[in-house]
């Protein structure tokens, strides 16, 4: 099986050495937050209250979320273009409105159901082609792909991240406050990691990488290595790709 689990708390570097393994590699990236934060989207939109827990779950099984690659008219920055039906939420679903309730929605257990067995579906199928698949999350090496053949966790203290955080936000040119945005990843950590169902850890036989002091390129050759040894694969050029 062709498969990267890659998980690791909020603003670890994820889904930018993420999508620079799987572009390097040829290999499908996705990111299975976009998922998550599309439900915590719609519930907003919908003026759904995040602890009616059945009216959340309801809308994960039922939302038309579409993942596909970027074309040459969205030259924005984006790694992947996330559609509800026909709507483009690419952005709008990382507003600090949707990163507030992002972790409840995701520690709703009907909500883990629904989306697990979608993305472990993507994982096989593109895992079991010659193509592979870079896979993005908190459980994706302990619950979503646990026979991934390499799984990575990255690490980076909560003041680093909450550093990279604020500057992403302010870049995209939302108001934001370094203090708050620290206070709000530490929740968040405390969530995604003390849920009942499928809590952030490491699984047993994740290869732990530190971010903090490492460059992007670093960790980035850090995983092609690790790649090339228990895979077999190297760098390849890239194809197009699109997911339901
Ligand atoms: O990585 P992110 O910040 O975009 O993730 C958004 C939320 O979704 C975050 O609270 C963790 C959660 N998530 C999860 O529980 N499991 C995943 N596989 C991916 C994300």
């Given at each position: 099986?062709?498969?990267?689990?890659?998980?690791?708390?909020?603003?670890?570097?994820k889904s930018t050495v993420g999508f620079l393994v799987g572009q390097s590699l040829g290999f499908l990236y996705f990111d299975t937050g976009v998922m998550?934060?599309?439900?915590?989207?719609?519930?907003?939109?919908?003026?759904?209250?995040?602890?009616?827990s059945e009216a959340v779950g309801r809308v994960a099984e039922e939302l038309p979320i579409g993942v596909s690659a970027p074309s040459d008219e969205e030259p924005d920055g984006r790694q992947a273009t996330i559609l509800i039906g026909e709507?483009?939420?690419?952005?709008?679903?990382?507003?600090?409105?949707?990163?507030?309730i992002v972790s409840v929605v995701a520690a709703n257990s009907q909500v883990r159901q629904a989306l697990t067995q979608k993305?472990?579906?993507?994982?096989?199928?593109?895992?079991?082609?010659?193509?592979?698949?870079?896979?993005?999350?908190?459980?994706?090496?302990?619950?979503?792909?646990?026979?991934?053949?390499?799984?990575?966790?990255?690490?980076?203290?909560l003041e680093e991240r909450a550093r990279r955080r604020f500057i992403e936000l302010s870049q995209r040119?939302?108001?934001?406050?370094?203090?708050?945005?620290?206070?709000d990843l530490r929740r968040r950590d405390q969530i995604d990691s003390g849920r009942a169902v499928a809590p952030l850890r490491p699984a047993h036989n994740a290869h732990r990488i530190q971010t903090y002091g490492?460059?992007?390129?670093?960790?980035?050759?850090?995983?092609?290595?690790?790649?090339?040894?228990?895979?077999?694969?190297?760098?390849?050029?890239?194809?197009?790709?699109?997911?339901?």
């Open positions: 099986m062709n498969a990267i689990a890659i998980d690791g708390p909020a603003a670890s570097g998550y934060r599309a439900v915590a989207w719609a519930i907003l939109d919908r003026g759904i209250n995040s602890a009616d709507l483009d939420v690419t952005w709008s679903i990382r507003s600090p409105e949707v990163d507030s993305q472990r579906l993507i994982g096989l199928e593109h895992g079991s082609g010659e193509a592979g698949v870079v896979m993005v999350g908190r459980d994706i090496g302990t619950v979503v792909l646990p026979e991934a053949p390499l799984k990575v966790y990255l690490e980076a203290p040119g939302n108001e934001a406050n370094l203090a708050k945005v620290l206070e490492a460059t992007i390129q670093v960790v980035v050759n850090q995983i092609l290595a690790l790649a090339e040894k228990v895979l077999g694969v190297g760098p390849t050029s890239t194809g197009n790709w699109s997911l339901p």
